[in-house]
T-cell receptor, first 108, second 114 residues
């Protein structure tokens, strides 16, 4: 069993739909990261959170420390949101352990 | 946000040669830099963590004599793949962070060893 598990692995949505990607982890963490990787490979850090909820534009990330679970939500999804979304658990020494990623495709 | 660059963005080399990849933090001083490797359809795997002025800490299974990491300054870390073989072909990504802050990722380097 991986230390960080994401679901679903693949997600296809229509433009405008509300999207949720889930992440569960089994290790003790200092923070939980959500990253976005575009087809060219470049990675953008979306959120780093250790409790509660953060919002940036149409993106919302939540974390439940007791349940060791985090979710990434995208409201009013758009084709440009199509990418791989990666959850990563940060442990001691800023070390990141990555989930396998969720391939999101938003169709117009 | 902070900018991290990598050079080169892609490289093709013959088996047995060495390849150096540079990672630079352009607008901040990074106390820690990380090197990751990503094979097709797989997630990122941490290879090593390097702090400026000290030896890198390698993850289990990563050969330190094959993947040489030098973190000579607060803005530059290099990864040298020595005696590269086709199985070393991968996407190499660095990230940089300042004092436990979020990590900023470079754009990655695609390595193809023929």
């Amino acid at each position: 069993k991986n230390e960080v598990e994401q679901s679903p692995q693949n997600l296809t949505a229509q433009e405008g739909e509300f999207i949720t990607i889930n992440c569960s982890y089994s290790v003790g963490i200092s923070a939980l990261h959500w990253l976005q990787q575009h087809p060219g490979g470049g990675i953008v850090s979306l959120f780093m959170l250790s409790s509660g909820k953060k919002k940036h534009g149409r993106l919302i990330a939540t974390i439940n420390i007791q349940e060791k679970h985090s979710s990434l939500h995208i409201t009013a999804s758009h084709p440009r949101d199509s990418a791989v979304y990666i959850c990563a658990a940060e442990t001691s020494g800023s070390r990141l352990t990555f989930g396998e990623g969720t391939q999101l495709t938003v169709n117009p | 946000g902070a900018v991290v660059s990598q050079h080169p963005s892609w490289v093709i080399c013959k088996s047995g040669t060495s390849v150096k990849i540079e990672c630079r933090s352009l607008d901040f001083q990074a106390t820690t830099m990380f090197w990751y490797r990503q094979f097709p359809k797989q997630s990122l795997m941490l290879m090593a963590t390097s702090n400026e002025g000290s030896k890198a800490t390698y993850e289990q299974g990563v050969e330190k004599d094959k993947f040489l990491i030098n973190h000579a300054s607060l803005t530059l870390s290099t990864l040298t793949v020595t005696s590269a073989h086709p199985e070393d072909s991968s996407f190499y990504i660095c990230s940089a962070s300042l004092a436990q802050e979020t990590q900023y990722f470079g754009p990655g380097t695609r390595l193809l060893v023929l």
